[in-house]
């Protein structure tokens, strides 16, 4: 679980009424049936004229990416890939056949699968390669779907001042009904820039960051288990993929290495 999606989501709505308060209104200033139509519906409805199907289904599965992101232990997996380079070298190819059974990464598996099968190291990268490429592609097309609709919501929550406005207008006879009217108008600006600035972009950057880092480790995978094919030593192959580590994953990783020796 990420706490500070958690953290960020509450200090969001904590800024906004604390914010309103601090400045005189009242909390209940911020609800208003007609802004939330006009700037989540509307907003809701620009997404999916933009979005394809495929895409706005895997927006849907992704969302909880934001508060409980996908488990990548980059470190435990050079581990596993090192030791099937020496299952490997020790045994040969076919001792991976037990390996293969135990590994619940479908990406994965199908990589063991083509070293256990005896394919070319070149081969094993372009299988691979292209799979990383249609996943990132997919995965990212579903990022973007966040991305648009923190486009729209802004513009949907000038339309609904706009709208709001209107129909001040059309109550200049009544002075006691103009104050509260407007108030309400810009009630959908703040909806709108609110759910932008404070939800949906930031939903999309950090999906996108996600993503970044599957592919990084995917890409890393497909590193390791062509060397493994090519009969790389596992040291040499250990070395290199450390390099797809940040500092403190490597320093981790030495740490771990020292306590086992």
């Known amino acids: 679980m ?3 999606s958690i953290l960020g989501v509450i200090a969001a709505f904590v800024a906004i009424i604390a914010g309103a308060m601090a400045k005189g209104a009242h909390p209940s200033a911020l609800l208003n049936t007609a802004a939330v139509l006009i700037v989540i519906l509307g907003t809701i409805a620009a997404g999916m004229v933009q979005t394809p199907g495929r895409a706005m289904k895997r927006a849907l599965q992704m969302i909880s990416w934001v508060f409980k992101p996908p488990d990548i232990e980059m470190p435990a997996l050079i581990e596993r890939i090192v030791d099937w380079s020496r299952t490997a070298r020790r045994k040969g190819l076919l001792a991976l056949e037990a390996e293969v059974s135990k590994e619940a990464d479908p990406f994965v598996r199908r990589g063991l699968e083509l070293v256990y099968d005896g394919a070319a190291p070149d081969v094993v990268r372009r299988v691979l390669e292209v799979e990383i490429n249609a996943r990132e592609a997919e995965d990212t097309a579903g990022a973007k779907v966040y ?4 486009i729209y919501a802004p513009t949907l ?3 609904g001042a706009v709208l709001g406005l209107m129909a001040v207008m059309e109550n200049l006879q009544s ?4 104050g509260p009217g407007i108030a309400a108008a810009f009630t959908a600006t703040i909806y709108g820039i609110g759910i932008a600035n404070l939800f949906m972009l930031p939903m999309a950057s950090k999906l996108k960051q996600i993503i970044a880092k599957q592919t990084q ?3 890393m995978v ?7 094919a090519e009969g790389d030593n596992p040291r040499i192959i250990e070395a290199k993929l450390q390099g797809y580590l940040a500092d403190g994953e490597r320093l981790a990783s030495a740490t771990d290495t020292s306590d086992k020796l």
């Open 2 to 4: 990420d706490i500070l």
């Open 147 to 150: 991305e648009g609709l923190g």
């Open 157 to 159: 929550g000038i339309i």
């Open 175 to 178: 002075p006691e009904k103009l």
């Open 217 to 219: 480790a995917r890409e």
């Open 222 to 228: 497909v590193e390791g288990l062509a060397a493994s």
